[in-house]
């Protein structure tokens, strides 16, 4: 990956979600825990333990999904060994001389 892994920044609204998502849903069970006596039914547990962690890594991998794709980050580089690639470099560069 090399230098572009610092061109690319990971997708900040779904970071910043899931860092938001993740404090809620402590927050909330917090809540729940303490205004329940500490006894939580447990579905609503069940709700909170569960959804507040899988929203969070679906986010997380919003976020960071164009790390996966490096391979579309590259430009064209002049040294590739496709035949087609070379060809069309010097046509374009025999079109712009004359």
């Known amino acids: 990956m090399g ?4 061109r690319q920044r990971p ?15 402590i927050l909330v069970y917090c809540m729940q825990l303490q205004n329940s006596g500490g006894h939580l039914d447990q579905r609503v547990r069940l709700m909170i333990l569960l959804g507040t962690p899988l929203l969070t890594v679906v986010l997380l991998l919003i976020a960071f999904a164009r790390y996966r794709f490096t391979h579309l980050w590259r430009k064209k580089h002049k040294g590739r060994h496709d035949k087609s690639l070379r060809k069309h470099d010097r046509h374009s560069r025999h079109s712009r001389r004359h």
Request: without cysteine; proline residues 0%.
């Open 11 to 25: 997708n900040l609204v779904a970071l910043g979600g899931a860092l938001i998502v993740f404090i809620s849903g």
């Open 3 to 6: 230098s572009y892994m610092y």
